[in-house]
C-alpha cells in the first residue's frame, strides 16, 4: 500500500470516526500496522473502506466506511461484502465476529450476521457482537 493511499485512508477514517460522529477517540492505532485494509476504488477515487484484524479466537473486521460524497449508491454493501470475502479467502477455517454499531443491525443481518450481545456503549456509540452465520 502506497504512503500517500494510507494517509487518504486515515483522512477518511478520522472524518467519519472522529468528526461526524463527534467520537474523540485514538482513531489511527496499533492494529492498523497488522491489519489488512480492504479499498474499495472507482477512477482511481477512495470510495470505501474496512480493515480486517485476526483475534485469539476469531477474525473481525470494522472502521467500515463510505466516503461521504459516495453515500447513497451502495458502496455500504460492497464494502461489507468485499471484507467477508477477504476475510474468509485469508482464514477460511476461522469464525468472522465484528461489533457493529447497533443501528445497522438489520444491514448486518442481510448478510447473515447474527446478533451475540446487548447494546453496549463504544466510545458512546450503541454497538452489538454479531457472529456471520454461512
Known amino acids: 500500500m502506497a504512503q500517500t493511499e494510507l494517509i487518504e485512508i486515515f483522512q477518511e477514517r478520522v472524518a467519519v470516526f472522529v468528526v461526524e460522529q ?4 485514538q482513531e489511527v492505532d496499533e492494529y492498523d ?9 472507482d477512477e482511481g477515487k477512495l470510495k ?14 470494522g472502521r467500515v466506511l463510505v466516503v461521504k460524497a459516495y453515500r447513497g449508491e451502495k458502496w455500504g454493501k460492497k464494502i461489507v461484502a468485499a471484507a467477508i470475502e477477504e476475510t474468509k479467502k485469508r482464514f477460511p477455517d476461522r469464525k468472522i465476529q465484528i461489533s457493529g454499531q447497533a443501528y445497522l443491525k438489520k444491514f448486518y443481518q442481510s448478510f447473515g450476521f447474527e446478533i451475540v450481545s446487548d447494546i453496549y456503549l463504544e466510545d458512546g456509540i450503541p454497538h452489538l457482537e454479531l457472529i456471520l452465520n454461512d
Open 22 to 25: 463527534e467520537c474523540p477517540y
Open 33 to 41: 500496522a497488522v491489519a489488512w485494509h480492504v479499498l474499495l476504488k
Open 48 to 61: 470505501a473502506y474496512a480493515r480486517i484484524i485476526e483475534k485469539e479466537d476469531h477474525v473481525t473486521f
